[in-house]
């Protein structure tokens, strides 16, 4: 009951409006750039630098900054990798075996440096969907806008220092001390990013989809939960909040009487543009409270700026979102659920009460 409880609800604010307009702003500059330099369809790059403005939101400015940089080192990495397999011309298996491995390694990263939103799922989203969209630029081109963007977001999240100016001297991120356990749980959930987006594309190439990494991305969703009920919770919110989004995607790119691109004929571009920044805002007003929630907007800011990168039949695009999703979500709660630490021995199990009584 608590699970069904928690489908539906949304927890208070809690300054979430000011991590929004940081984010949206992040994206929407470099947007506007390109936009202005009649270069739409490379918004895919800059907007996955911006996510870099997602991280660190509760931290002080200074730390903020250093959570910032790691971050934006594993955009920047995806960014380059799939953009290179894009190049080079890389895909279906060779893009699957490579981005689980890189899923696991993001893994790693991501649990030793205690990066917020949890795991690498947005490191290896940017790398599956630039590999899937043809590269219209040099790779070190598309590498500089990302790296742009990324750098322009750490400026708008430190940028209340200068109106503060409050610098604590010695602050560090509260990161555990490493110990054998928190390693080998480290190791076995990287495991299980191996294994689920692995598997997620394996189905994804397996349908005939040409957007394999959409299942690979809603594989590794589930795994970033705390525990098993959070993982389970995500990877259904992934789910409904996929199918709401992909509605309002459908109003958008479908003609009819709702589509605002019907009244702006030959504005099609601009019109994208300012809904993929407008749909940010609500994305991170809500990414911290409801993920839900969060994916009925961030599902529109993917699928349009890919339109904008790569034009594709709409009804083939939201389709293939769909079950892409499903099945990704589906994999990543099998692999949740199926791979777990292995419980205590019975020795174990008998001798921790002891230690327990010898120390009271």
Request: glycine share 10%.
């Amino acid at each position: 009951m608590a699970l069904a409880r928690a489908l539906h609800t949304v927890p208070p604010a809690s300054n979430d409006h000011l991590a929004a307009v940081r984010v949206a702003l992040s994206v929407a500059v470099p947007a506007l750039v390109l936009l202005a330099v009649g270069r739409p369809d490379l918004i895919i790059y800059a907007v996955f630098g911006a996510l870099t403005g997602m991280y660190g939101r509760a931290e002080s400015h200074q730390l903020r900054l250093k959570h910032q940089a790691q971050a934006a080192a594993v955009l920047v990495t995806g960014v380059s990798v799939g953009t290179f397999l894009s190049v080079a011309q890389i895909h279906s298996w060779g893009l699957v075996a490579i981005e689980a491995l890189l899923a696991g390694v993001g893994s790693l990263f991501a649990d030793k440096v205690r990066l917020k939103p949890n795991g690498p799922f947005f490191g290896i989203f940017a790398l599956g969907a630039c590999a899937s969209v043809p590269a219209q630029i040099p790779l070190l081109a598309a590498v500089l806008i990302c790296a742009a963007s990324a750098a322009f977001s750490m400026v708008v999240g430190f940028a209340g220092w200068l109106r503060y100016r409050v610098w604590e001297r010695g602050a560090v991120r509260d990161i555990p001390a490493s110990s054998a356990e928190l390693r080998r749980g480290a190791v076995l959930h990287a495991v299980r990013y191996v294994l689920a987006v692995g598997a997620g594309g394996a189905c994804g190439v397996l349908t005939g989809s040409g957007h394999p990494h959409w299942a690979m991305a809603a594989a590794a969703v589930p795994l970033a939960g705390a525990d098993m009920p959070s993982r389970l919770l995500r990877g259904i919110h992934r789910i409904a909040g996929t199918f709401l989004g992909l509605v309002i995607v459908a109003v958008v790119l479908y003609p009819g009487p709702l589509s605002p691109l019907q009244y702006f004929p030959g504005q099609t571009d601009l019109i994208l543009v300012l809904l993929v920044i407008g749909f940010q805002f609500p994305t991170e007003l809500f990414m911290a409270r409801h993920y839900g929630w969060a994916m009925v907007f961030f599902t529109p800011v993917i699928l349009l700026m890919t339109q904008l990168a790569a034009p594709a039949d709409p009804g083939v695009l939201v389709v293939e979102r769909g079950v892409e999703t499903f099945v990704g979500a589906v994999v990543g709660i099998a692999v949740a659920v199926l791979v777990q630490k292995r419980p205590p021995t019975l020795r174990a199990r008998i001798a921790s009460p002891r230690r327990g009584a010898d120390q009271t």
